[in-house]
């Protein structure tokens, strides 16, 4: 089955400074979303993005299906910005979302 | 318009018990996928429910199985439970089954720990 990698597992920003998270995967997708987990457990969308690029505010988007990486920009870091980041495939075809192991986000005031 | 709901929030069971977990998907959504996060990982599918019946079922013993009602809500049932049961279970629903197109949510979840 596909594989996802995303990196760096961990970053510490101070507010204000910018990020980007990357997702690797393996093979070709029908589905990527990426998602952040708040404190409580409830993972939240941030974008349906197999293909292109997106903006929503302070976060953007971008994934290149044909290179198989998903890269997502955060600017201008809040303290609320802080949780896990995960990136989430679905193999053609299917119906099941194959998660990577996150990237844990710290932003210090 | 209501997302995905989950009940219960938390709970403790002992090893040995058995558990019942609920989901009621997204309005407009008639397809309800179950995924296991242990501490520290990235969530893993267990099934998904369409039209009332199991159609795709990850690697997870039959202690876990489901069940999806007319209305499109559904169950998780975990028996026989063991310690490494101890995760949050999410609920997620989309409309279809396929992901094709379809953005996915998910409910708040479900904390279970097992004693």
């Known amino acids: 089955g596909i594989q996802v990698e995303q990196s760096p597992p961990d970053l510490i920003l101070q507010e204000g400074a910018n990020s980007t998270l990357r997702c690797n995967f393996s093979?070709?997708?029908?589905?990527l979303q990426w998602f952040h987990q708040n404190p409580w457990g409830q993972l939240i969308n941030l974008f349906y993005i197999p293909s292109g690029t997106k903006q929503n505010g302070r976060l953007s988007a971008t994934t290149v299906a044909t290179e198989r990486y998903s890269l997502l920009y955060i600017s201008s870091s809040q303290t609320t910005d802080s949780g896990v980041y995960f990136c989430a495939v679905a193999e053609n075809q299917g119906g099941k979302l194959i998660f990577g192991q996150g990237t844990e986000l710290s932003v210090k005031p | 318009d209501a997302g995905v709901t989950q009940s219960p929030t938390h709970l403790i069971k002992t090893r040995g018990q058995q558990v019942t977990l609920r989901c009621s998907p997204k309005s407009g959504h008639d397809t309800v996928s179950w995924y296991q996060q242990a501490l520290g990982q990235g969530p893993q599918f267990i099934f998904q429910y369409y039209e009332e019946e199991e159609r795709q079922r990850g690697n997870f013993p039959d202690r876990f199985s489901g069940h999806q009602f007319p209305n499109y809500s559904s169950e998780l049932n975990v028996n026989a439970l063991l310690l490494g049961d101890s995760a949050l279970y999410l609920c997620a629903s989309s409309p279809g089954q396929g992901l094709a197109g379809n953005t996915i949510y998910f409910g708040e979840g479900s904390w279970l720990t097992v004693v």
């Open positions: 093979d070709s997708v029908n589905n």
